[in-house]
């Protein structure tokens, strides 16, 4: 057992040191000088020697690494520290021609560790697992960017980290997972390529390895990696991570049907195949946008959308500087509503009944609330803004649809250019603007968020704001500016929505005023 004892004395020329055999939590205490690793030879499983690779990164410790962690700055995390030295312990081995690129466990129980976490993890949890898998396999001078399905696939990256990848692709590709979760994971696997290429990089814009890292580089990015993790430490919910058998059915009939009409198309050249292209990666999320509005909205849809929203605020947070936030002056518009859709759109009433009118409808309510009496009242309601940005796109047939969904809805849009914001009464009381005035006023920047969030507040409810979220004021991309809209949100009851798409399902189910 001993004959693959490391020597940390030969690498730190300190004596003393106690080396104890641990395959569960391998680790080295500098200040004691004492390293616990996997002393065995190759795994009677695998046949891979996993304590080679384990101890070669220990000794990588000994070598590199401070003593101590030192002072940690406010709300840093020391996990996030030791997940970013590992990073660049296993950088400087492979840099110094000492291979990392084996096994450090079992491929099996890696894989099966990636799909725990795709079924019940945090997004914290897979960045984690993330950055424990990343690392090169051998020593490059250039850093480049192939990718595969807009993941981070190199032909040069350690076998850890494509396992992570394929794990990934094929469960996504099986289509059980809800679209929120895959927008989650992609953050989580994007995230984690960030920060490893951060740390062996020479600097954030270049492509160029470093051939050495200090540990100063550790603690730059530490802060801004623990307020991640803090972030996005919640466990998912189920209705969060898998689709039920209704909507993996309506996915996959929808998949099929893109399937074969791109054979069809491609008919003459059997050499090119639906799952090698492009087209069969983009089919999946237009699948999922396609088959998401069909058939009923349900509790679990409603449930998504409220976790979807939060994490979005979560994605949002991340590289917004700190710099305070400066609002434009908004300027309110009621232009003429010109197109009436009186005949086009279902009347939004109903009888309500009443305690005091003029009309006995319900004499049998005497005996019990004393409402006898009817009137007419508004099934559905509330008020719609649109940001309308350049990344926002809608339509005056959009608007139309909304108003069918939701006859006594009020609509408005707003943009803004340097300090100044406009926000534009398009539809109300049944009747809209003309789509050359939507055309003519959408696009350009953003400015007054937060204005236009104050005015909604004040209009009837339910409130409903269509945002990418992408929130920018003055001095651009603030935390505060977003912070600010955020609990804007809370204090008004203002529901987020995404996209106009999104407004025509879910806004009668959301607008339904009793």
Same mark, same amino acid.
């Given at each position: ?10 690498? %730190? ?40 690779? $384990? ?105 850890? #980290? ?9 469960? &996504? ?5 809800? #679209? ?15 920060? #490893?290429?951060?740390?062996?990089? $020479? %600097? ?27 972030? #996005? ?31 069809? &198309? ?80 279902? $009347? ?24 006898? =009496? ?16 350049? %990344?926002?796109?809608?339509?005056? &047939?959009? /608007? ?10 009020? $609509? ?13 009464? /398009? ?10 005035? /939507? ?50 949100? &809370?204090?008004?009851?203002? =529901? ?19």
């Amino acid at each position: 057992m001993m004959e693959h004892r490391p020597f940390p004395e030969i690498v %730190s020329q300190d004596k003393d040191w106690e080396v104890f055999e641990e395959t569960q939590r391998p680790r080295t205490d500098m200040t004691n000088r004492k390293m616990y690793v996997p002393l065995g030879g190759a795994c009677t499983h695998c046949g891979i020697n996993h304590g080679r690779v $384990i101890r070669r990164h220990e000794l990588g410790h000994v070598k590199w690494s401070p003593k101590s962690l030192g002072k940690l700055g406010e709300g840093v995390l020391e996990e996030a520290v030791h997940l970013l030295e590992e990073i660049r312990i296993n950088h400087l081995l492979c840099m110094h021609g000492i291979p990392m690129y084996d096994w450090h466990t079992c491929q099996e129980l890696h894989e099966m560790r990636m799909r725990e976490l795709i079924e019940k993890g945090s997004v914290a949890d897979i960045m984690k697992f993330g950055l424990a898998s990343i690392f090169l396999k051998e020593r490059y001078r250039y850093l480049g960017r192939a990718t595969k399905s807009g993941h981070y696939y190199m032909e040069y990256m350690g076998k850890e #980290w494509v396992s992570l990848i394929d794990t990934y692709e094929k469960f &996504k590709d099986s289509g059980t997972l809800t #679209w929120n979760r895959i927008e989650d994971i992609d953050f989580a696997i994007a995230t984690a390529y960030r920060f #490893w290429r951060n740390m062996v990089a $020479i %600097s954030v814009r270049s492509d160029k390895c470093a051939s050495e890292i200090s540990f100063k580089r550790v603690k730059k990015y530490a802060k801004e990696l623990s307020e991640i993790l803090l972030l #996005w430490g919640e466990l998912p919910q189920s209705y969060d991570v898998f689709l039920d058998e209704q909507e993996q059915k309506e996915l996959a009939d929808e998949r099929e049907r893109r399937r074969k009409e791109f054979e069809e &198309k491609h008919a003459d050249d059997p050499d090119y195949k639906y799952e090698d292209s492009y087209q069969s990666t983009n089919d999946l999320e237009e699948s999922y946008k396609e088959t998401g509005g069909v058939g009923q909205v349900t509790d679990n849809d409603i449930k998504r959308l409220h976790t979807r929203n939060k994490n979005d605020i979560a994605r949002q947070s991340v590289n917004r500087h700190d710099q305070e936030s400066q609002w434009g002056k908004m300027h309110i518009h009621k232009p003429p509503c010109n197109i009436n859709l009186s005949n086009r759109i279902r $009347i939004g009433y109903t009888n309500v009944a009443q305690d005091r009118g003029q009309t006995i409808k319900d004499i049998h309510r005497w005996t019990t609330d004393k409402k006898v =009496f009817g009137r007419k009242g508004k099934v559905y309601g509330g008020t719609v803004l649109i940001d309308a940005s350049g %990344s926002m796109r809608f339509t005056g &047939k959009d /608007i139309l649809e909304i108003m069918q969904e939701v006859p006594a809805v009020t $609509i408005a849009m707003y943009n803004g250019y340097r300090n100044e914001g406009h926000l534009r009464i /398009i539809a109300r009381n049944g009747r809209r603007v003309d789509e050359s005035y /939507i055309n003519e006023h959408a696009g350009s920047g953003n400015v007054v968020d937060l204005p236009a969030l104050q005015w909604l507040g004040k209009q009837d409810p339910r409130r409903i704001w269509v945002s990418d979220m992408q929130v920018v004021d003055n001095n651009g991309l603030t935390k505060q500016g977003l912070d600010e809209c955020i609990q804007a949100m &809370k204090r008004l009851n203002i =529901f987020r929505l995404a996209d106009v798409d999104e407004v025509k399902r879910y806004a009668k189910r959301l607008n339904k005023v009793r």
